[in-house]
């Protein structure tokens, strides 16, 4: 079977143009990944090559030996992915070792992997661990409403987790375990790969400040609506600061407490801290 005819490649290359039609993908901004199933990597072997050279990852994913990986190619345009595929993405086999990758289809013009490829993985990692081998996809983006909070709020997870929460009644219920904050680092390495793969281990948000958002999720659809969903929140949290900051009503602690009953969710008791007087709703 060809790449390119596969339910999963179309998938990848739907939700990257849904993100850059979103306004998340601004010149060669975001990457996305995606972890092949067996029998998907099975069925696309005579589509693939071995003409490139194994290439050290800049990480150690010894969870992810022989994996496959469908990524976007460093440098490359989102807007660019659905027009051009196969020079816009590439797949990538992890070696037995999880130390080094190689190009098996895509990046046709000589290209290489995301510049994020260690935090990708590193993710991946722990991800597929955590969650049992459920969790495919790893998806990054600068999402413009979140960047901008990262420059008014408190560098917390419990503030960025209650604030986007109290923004929307679905909030708590689409991430309920909470978002993670990475404070600002240099991108493209494995030291900002560690940092955030650690959050990952408890949320599948995680924040780099002045940056943009990494989300992870099973699916295409959940990973995007999961990014979708954050990001809507973090607008209208924009809109209500940019309206002066005061809310006269909001949703408290204890109808947190009440939804999560509700919806049989969880919700950590660490996100529903008491704001103290004044700062809550006066019902
Ligand atoms: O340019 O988004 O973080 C790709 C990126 C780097
Ligand atoms: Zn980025």
New binding site residues.
Partial sequence: MRVLDTEFAKGFIRMADDGFQQGWHE?????LSYRLKGEEAESIQDDLSEDREWTAIGAEVPGLAGEYFLVTG??KYFRNVAIDPENSMGIIEIDGEGKNYRIRWGMSDGGRP???LPTHLLNHEVKKRVTGGKHRVIY?A?TTNVIALTFVLPLTDEVFTRELWEMATECPVVFPAGIGVVGWMV??GREIGLATSRLMEQYDVAIWAH??MFCSGETFDLTFGLMHTVEKSAEILVKVLSMGGQKRQTITPDDFRELAKGFHIELPERFLYDKGAGAESSR
């Fill in positions: 010149r060669n901004g975001g990457n460093t440098g995301t510049s994020e990054h600068h991108p493209g940056h943009g």
